[in-house]
Nanobody, 123 residues
Framework: VQLQASGGGLVQAGGSLRLSCAAS????????IGWFRQAPGKEREGVSC????????YYVDSVKGRFTVSRDNAKNTVYLQMNNLKPEDTAVYFC?????????????????WGQGTLVTVSS
């Protein structure tokens, strides 16, 4: 099982980025996939989740209306479209997979984590 996050970069406030979480060793539509972020000096924060039980989505309040999570089963990839980015969105972003197949968001346990991708939003 592997998760490969990519798509981070430097963007000005108000700009957009799309992060990708490419999965291997499993199919993304069978498991909850979550996006997390960790800013310097802060704890890791759950940002979004795509449920495998009913395809519902979850967002932390601070990104609602700006971020959209989606899934491409053919590419076995989950995306996080981030619009209207703010300096406070600056962080390393990670994707993770729930341990149990068919779980909703959040799963009981996040069993696998990808490496992070850095998003830097300048003011």
């Amino acid at each position: 099982v592997q998760l490969q996050a990519s798509g981070g970069g430097l963007v000005q406030a108000g700009g957009s980025l799309r992060l990708s979480c490419a999965a291997s060793g499993f199919t993304v539509d069978y498991y909850a996939i979550g996006w997390f972020r960790q800013a310097p000096g802060k704890e890791r924060e759950g940002v979004s989740c795509f449920s495998s039980s009913d395809d519902s989505t979850y967002y932390v309040d601070s990104v609602k209306g700006r971020f959209t999570v989606s899934r491409d089963n053919a590419k076995n990839t989950v995306y996080l479209q981030m619009n209207n980015l703010k300096p406070e969105d600056t962080a390393v972003y990670f994707c993770a997979r729930g341990s149990e197949a068919g779980s909703s968001c959040p799963p009981v346990h996040w069993g696998y984590w990808g490496q992070g991708t850095l998003v830097t939003v300048s003011s």
